[in-house]
């Protein structure tokens, strides 16, 4: 399949809702193996972007 991750947030957006939205919260992209993602790796880089391109609130709890 070829689909970026800002394009499945935009399809699982249309769905409204709670239900969905917490499973992208509770989704993990982070290769640094903390208790929560890094937000400087690759995969929470893309994350974010992905996030801020689908027009999605990003709830996901990142190191400060």
């Known amino acids: 399949i ?3 991750k800002f ?3 935009n399809q699982m ?3 409204d809702a709670p239900q969905v939205m917490q499973c992208l919260t509770d989704s993990w ?3 640094a193996g903390g208790k929560v ?3 400087r790796c690759a995969t929470c880089l893309e994350r974010k ?3 801020k ?3 999605v609130a ?3 709890v990142y190191e400060k």
Do not use: P, V
Request: a negative charge; proline letters at 0%.
């Open 37 to 39: 993602h890094c937000g």
């Open 58 to 60: 990003d709830q996901t």
């Open 53 to 55: 391109r689908a027009g």
């Open 2 to 4: 070829n689909i970026e």
């Open 29 to 31: 992209s982070c290769y």
């Open 49 to 51: 972007e992905a996030f």
């Open 13 to 15: 957006k249309m769905w």
């Open 7 to 9: 394009e499945i947030l």
